[in-house]
């Protein structure tokens, strides 16, 4: 009988988790898994008794749902979302909805939206965020796509998405095509980031201050209480507090090579096409990559030797500093994303709600922290505001703390410790702040060697000069031919 409200392709974890989350809604949801064990084990198992149905084929599975007919994907990202939506295809309708709920490339929505639209079919590529947990008791959700489609799944999303301030669901809509998805990715490169970050604050505890595990876990939990409060830091609390079978802590235990799925790297990817300086994101994602280098590393350390140095300062005063650093080193990371999120806007048409962004990801998300209902506020307080560090509070927050911030990244260079997540987030915020910067010599040179001209402080923006710095070059210049 065509009564079912919504169908899911996809059953791991996350599917599983999600279809729970839509029956603990009241919602009926019919499922589909490419193996046909996994969709009778599931049906038979967490969700025997429940408003569920398994469909052994895609035709069974499309012809269980009303109509408009809404389909979600819970696929891995690439050629089995393509290849799922193909077989779909002839068994939906002009005004069916398929939606792409896994970690899809944006540009890759952007494409599949512009094909489905051209057969009828509404698409919409929805970011979830929250890992295994979230799907199952309230996610983060980013739908974008077609417009005409967030009537159609509005009420079953936002009623299993996360709420904050008693019932407003953390789901919103982005924007069209792969607005969603794209947001989703964004948040994905800050948790890059904010994960680099800790990490770092982790290895200068352990090797500068050679705290014990117990005490790094109860400073990590009494930062989640304070201006830190934030899951990532509930998590490294909870992490460094765990003993393998042996009793020894079991992060000891763990290969330090990190691994990665690739949306840091798109974030970065599409920061450098727009020229928008996402440093902090982009050092994590290479952090990453120098730690798979363990082999490398191990032999290095046998060539390259340490600095001598021994900390014989005050632990909780440097304690006090590396969580204000890292306070403010989160601000930042905060900051480059919602200047990717404006040029992003602005090159793909997008109409983004930086206030309705930073709701949505105040719960259920990975990146969930309290820092964001001052970003909401900051927002609220000025729709068009350029940069998050033009805002009076973070003006403020900066203020106070900068000195934490030099005084971790000073300490983290004369102890060899590496901190490319610290030490860039102070990198920007130096450049950042500063009206003039040393660009003039680059363009200089590059028009000395390469006639790739210059503009002057004593000409309009646009106007372009180049000299014939040797008496040799001639008036040619790199914009008056193509080589």
């Known amino acids: 009988m065509a009564d079912y409200d919504i169908g899911l392709v996809g059953l791991a974890v996350m599917g599983q988790n999600l279809v729970l989350n839509m029956s603990d809604h009241g919602f009926k949801v019919a499922v589909y898994n490419r193996t046909t064990s996994t969709m009778e084990e599931f049906i038979n198992g967490s969700a025997k008794g429940r408003a569920i149905q398994g469909a052994r084929t895609l035709e069974e599975l499309i012809a269980l749902l009303k109509k408009p007919r809404r389909v979600m994907l819970l696929v891995k990202a690439g050629n089995p979302v393509d290849q799922t939506i193909e077989a779909l295809l002839p068994l939906l309708e002009p005004g069916d909805v398929i939606i792409d709920g896994g970690n899809s490339f944006y540009g890759d929505t952007i494409r599949r939206y512009q094909y489905l639209k051209s057969k009828g079919i509404h698409y919409i590529g929805t970011g979830i965020s929250g890992g295994e947990l979230g799907a199952r008791f309230g996610p983060s959700i980013t739908p974008g796509g077609a417009p005409e489609a967030w009537p159609l799944v509005k009420e079953i999303l936002q009623a299993i998405s ?8 953390c789901c919103e809509w982005m924007g069209s095509d792969g607005a969603g998805h794209y947001v989703k990715m964004v948040h994905n490169g800050i948790e890059y980031g904010f994960l680099q ?75 450098l096409q727009l020229g928008i300086p996402l440093t902090l994101v982009t050092e994590a994602v290479f952090a990453r990559s120098l730690s798979a280098l363990k082999e490398e590393r191990v032999e290095a350390s046998k060539h390259i030797p340490s600095p001598e140095f021994t900390f014989t300062g005050d632990k909780q005063k440097l304690l006090d500093d590396l969580e204000n650093a890292l306070y403010l080193a989160e601000i930042i990371s905060y900051a480059q994303g919602f200047m990717l999120f404006r040029d992003a806007a602005r090159e793909f048409k997008w109409q983004l709600d930086y206030t309705t962004i930073a709701n949505v990801w105040r719960n259920g998300c990975i990146i969930r922290s309290a820092l964001l209902t001052h970003i909401r506020d900051a927002f609220q307080r000025d729709r068009n505001l350029k940069n998050l560090l033009f805002d009076d509070f973070f003006k403020e927050e900066f203020r106070k703390g900068i000195n934490s911030l030099r005084n971790i990244t000073a300490l983290a260079a004369q102890s060899g410790t590496p901190a490319p997540a610290y030490s860039t987030a102070l990198s920007f915020y130096d450049g950042y702040r500063s009206a003039v910067l040393p660009a003039n010599l680059t363009q200089a040179q590059r028009d000395y060697f390469g006639g790739h001209t210059y503009e002057r402080v004593d000409a309009p923006r646009g106007q372009f000069f180049h000299t014939d710095w040797t008496g040799e070059g001639g008036d040619i210049t790199a914009s008056s031919y193509n080589a």
């Open 197 to 271: 970050l800790i990490a770092e604050s982790y290895h200068l505890m352990k090797t500068v201050l050679q705290l014990s595990y117990e005490e790094m876990s109860e400073t990590f939990k009494r930062w989640s209480h304070g201006k830190l409060s934030s899951y990532l830091i509930e998590v490294a609390g909870d992490v460094l507090a765990v003993k393998d079978i042996d009793g020894a802590p079991l992060l000891e235990k763990i290969l330090d090579a990190a691994g990665q799925k690739g949306t840091g790297r798109w974030t970065s990817e599409s920061a």
């Open 162 to 169: 996360a709420k904050v301030d008693g019932d407003v669901p």
